[in-house]
């Protein structure tokens, strides 16, 4: 690679931290300025402009918070558990295409900062990885709440595991590739995967609010039996940084899940003006986000064993349909079989 | 350039199957696991095969260690009783390792190994498409067969789960029903 090269990418991987990044902080305002819209409260409003400064201020607060590290706990693995929270969530984020190719400073840029062709994988891949940093926390921590918070967190996770893979499947199969890029080229003219993925759709959606641990699934933290779950003995930067991961793979989630079925970066007038593309993104992922408080808000915790049956006894059969139902409509319309199509 | 990465990790993933083996904390062997793991899934990169990668960090790092934490997890972090070994042991088993060798390097003969004519797959081969061309055509026996044996195997564990727990369903919501 060129010189060139090499700065391209590290602008696009320094933009995609700092998008993130302030996403985050202003996510964790979003939310609880739309949780007491929802809940007819005000909400944090007081710090700068329509408490547009909360964040910074909340940042600088767990800044000059004191760092414990229990007496009994795995130094080692307590100080990892939150930094591998944090990079797993930022690492899938790689994979997603944020635009079309576009001419800047005379140089031919895309705008994903990897669009690899097994991207779909390795969204999934770091995925399960994003379970370590939950069950080391909640073990390192020596704590009773927090391991069962831990053990909760990895059965979730690898239960809901499957069937969101599976129903990206379904969207694999349709656009024939697994790279990011070529789903949403699949997409073009308004044929967005959720018209063809209604049920596969709905399925990613549900397994999504459990991956992040996010209401009603958000039983590894549930605070009145665990106290706070996983990170009960955190404080300051390292019970900030679970989050920073936390908010970071709800953006991220809400990108991937934008990008397989709601048409990516796609949208009217992208193909004149190159520009609209990231802006459509952005406005599928707070819409994205929006449902994710919106369900917190609406939504009561669902018992263990409830999630339990729900993951394999009804997800994952259905996303083992949808895999089959989508065969036979491909090859159903490959063969012209019911004579629709003209 | 690569040559050097490849290197770098390989100390790493040594060091990392190091600390599995010798270390005593089951937790922070399970760690170093992963670590070896995830080496291994970028060697398979650096030789064009992302596909196989990405199977390697879902399968192995992904799912099966985390059980193996799991387990360890529940099951304590105590090495105890383990370390007791018995005095013969060490000794015994070098001895056995050494008969082992002794038997088993006159059956490697190198000189036949050169003549294998291994069919030299192309860099297709780490496109997922082909890859799952050739698996659900020309191995679609082998892939049948240990899609069968794992479902045994899931059965099996299930029903060892469930040894003495077999309740009717009109139970079950009744037991859901007292802890509601």
């Avoid at chain 1, 979003?30 to 329509?50: M, N, W, Y």
């Avoid at chain 1, 414990?68 to 307590?78: K, Q, S, Y």
């Avoid at chain 1, 759709?201 to 699934?217: D, H, N, V, Y």
């Amino acid at each position: 690679m060129v010189a060139g090269d090499w700065v391209e990418i590290i602008i696009k991987l320094l933009a995609l931290v700092f998008v993130l990044l302030t996403g985050f902080a202003y996510l964790t305002l979003f939310e609880r300025r739309v949780l007491a819209a929802i809940q007819s409260r005000v909400g944090p409003d007081r710090v700068g402009p329509k408490g547009f400064l909360q964040p910074a201020a909340d940042g600088l607060k767990l800044l000059f918070k004191e760092d414990i590290i229990p007496r009994d706990a795995d130094r080692l693995l307590f100080m990892i558990a939150p930094i591998a929270v944090v990079i797993t969530a930022l690492m899938s984020v790689a994979v997603v295409p944020w635009g079309p190719d576009m001419t800047l400073f005379g140089r031919e840029v895309s705008l994903a900062l990897a669009d690899i062709n097994i991207g779909t994988l390795f969204f999934l891949g770091i995925g399960s990885l994003a379970v370590y940093g939950v069950v080391l926390a909640g073990w390192a921590s020596n704590n009773k709440y927090a391991l069962m918070g831990g053990i909760r967190a990895s059965a979730q996770m690898l239960s809901y595991e499957l069937a969101m893979g599976l129903a990206v499947v379904g969207v694999v199969m349709l656009a024939a590739s697994m790279s990011l890029g070529d789903i949403v080229d699949a997409q073009a003219g308004g044929k967005w995967f959720i018209l063809l993925q209604p049920l596969g759709f709905i399925i990613f959606i549900i397994t999504m609010l459990a991956e992040t641990k996010r209401a009603p699934f958000d039983l590894p933290e549930a605070e009145q039996e665990l106290v706070a779950g996983f990170h009960t003995e955190y404080s300051g930067m390292k019970f900030a940084m679970f989050y920073m991961g936390e908010y970071i793979s709800m953006i991220v989630i809400s990108a991937v899940a934008a990008t397989l079925y709601l048409g990516g970066w796609r949208g009217p007038f992208v193909d004149a003006l190159p520009i609209l593309g990231p802006i459509y993104l952005i406005i599928k992922i707070i819409l994205i986000l929006f449902f994710f408080v919106w369900v917190r808000a609406t939504l009561p915790r669902v018992r263990y064993d409830r999630l339990m049956s729900i993951g394999w006894k009804i997800l994952l059969p259905l996303s083992v349909l949808n895999v089959a139902l989508t065969a036979i409509g491909i090859v159903a319309a490959d063969t012209n079989f019911f004579g629709l199509l003209g | 350039m690569s040559a050097l990465i490849f290197w770098l990790l390989s100390i790493v993933a040594i060091g990392a199957a190091l600390v599995l083996i010798f270390g005593r904390n089951t937790v922070h062997g399970v760690l170093a696991m992963v670590v070896n793991f995830a080496v291994v899934a970028v060697f398979y990169l650096m030789l064009q095969a992302p596909f196989i990668a990405a199977v390697q960090v879902i399968v192995y790092a992904g799912a099966i260690l985390v059980l193996f934490l799991f387990v360890v997890m529940l099951m304590g972090n105590d090495p105890g009783p383990l370390w007791e070994h018995l005095a013969v042991q060490r000794p015994a088993a070098i001895l056995l390792v050494l008969l082992l060798i002794v038997a088993l390097v006159p059956m490697m003969d190198v000189r036949n190994l050169t003549g294998v004519t291994a069919t030299l797959i192309g860099p297709e081969f780490s496109d997922p498409a082909s890859l799952a061309r050739l698996l659900y055509s020309e191995y679609i026996l082998p892939v049948e067969v240990t899609a069968l044996l794992l479902l045994a195997a899931t059965v099996g564990a299930v029903v060892l789960g469930r040894r003495g727990a077999y309740r009717t369903k009109r139970e079950e919501v009744l037991d859901l029903d007292e802890v509601v």
